[in-house]
């Protein structure tokens, strides 16, 4: 090892590349689970499957948080060309989610307590454009951008619409599950008891 490159620099280089493998698997992982309930690939469990891929790439962007900012030797970012559009994404999901798209919102909870409209089909695009930038970077060799796009986006947006999403997917989800007919439970109740 050469004299200009320590030990810990090396180690911090590799730990960097793991954290970028793993966020951009989880990146991935997240918007395969997008496109395919917004392709129609799993109507039955959508909002299931929603709400867990939100729920494990919160995981990823808490991590993101948790370590030290992440500051790129130059202080620009590399083009990676025009974004993709993601329109057809937002109008499947929206025809998906119609009647569950629209909910209520709080600015920010510690100093704007204000209540908003957000809209689950448009805080899941917009992650995904967000995940979709980093991972370009990812794809093309540039494995700290990445991270540093990720890091900054979650804290600066897709993470409180990450955030936001899950509370109302959870929310559906437990509204599905309780707010069911009581006679149809103890039915399904009584046969999951005795096949």
Known sequence: MSDDVSSDSVTEHAETLVLAAESARDARQYLDTVTAVAAGQAADTAIPLLLLATAQLLLTGSRLGAIQDIVLRERYEADTGPDPD?????DSLSNLLEGLDEYADVVDPVTAAELTKGSLS???????AALTHGLTH?????PAEALWWWQFSYLSTWGD???????????VVAHLRLDADSETVMEAEFDALHP
């Open 86 to 90: 993601l329109d057809p994404l937002r």
């Open 122 to 128: 448009n805080d899941i695009v917009y992650i995904a």
């Open 138 to 142: 990812y794809d093309e060799g540039r």
């Open 161 to 171: 619409r990450a955030a936001s999403s899950l509370r109302v997917l959870q929310s």
